[in-house]
């Protein structure tokens, strides 16, 4: 099993997120003992913005087993739909934001996505497996 992991899930460990600290910490744990982690280009860019140098987050990322990989035209393609989408939709957005690269990118490279969403991905990509560790912190409390 591949899964690819959002910007999201590693700065709540990174930062870190005292609300969803613990439960990303757990998720992106359980993930790689199913299978590998991958980041898109696009998360890498958003995440080396909280690194000092290139080899820090480098060392980040080889420490946690996480593989970076460029997109495919395929998901560029299915990107550009979703985005089609939401703008028929009557979404705002007059350019592609990096969440639908990375939805993309996820559907199309990996077998899911770890992803605190709200909404986003399950409306716009809605055959993609997404895992959202803060939908379990919800249902704990439930």
């Not at 709200?118 to 959202?132: A, E, H, I, N, W």
């Amino acid at each position: 099993m591949i899964t690819a992991v959002d910007t999201n899930i590693l700065l709540d460990i990174l930062v870190p997120n005292e609300q969803f600290y613990k439960a990303s910490g757990y998720a992106l744990e359980e993930a790689a003992g199913e299978g590998s982690l991958v980041i898109s280009d696009i998360v890498y860019a958003e995440l080396s913005i909280h690194f000092e140098n290139q080899r820090d987050c480098d060392t980040f990322l080889e420490s946690n087993e996480i593989r970076v990989q460029p997109l495919t035209r395929e998901a560029h393609f299915l990107a550009s739909r979703a985005w089609r989408t939401y703008r028929q939709q009557g979404g705002k957005r007059t350019r592609i934001l990096a969440d639908f690269l990375i939805g993309a990118h996820a559907q199309k490279q990996a077998t899911r996505l770890l992803s605190r969403d709200r909404g986003f991905y399950r409306k716009l990509f809605p055959s993609l497996d997404l895992v959202d560790p803060s939908r379990a912190t919800e249902d704990k409390g439930a």
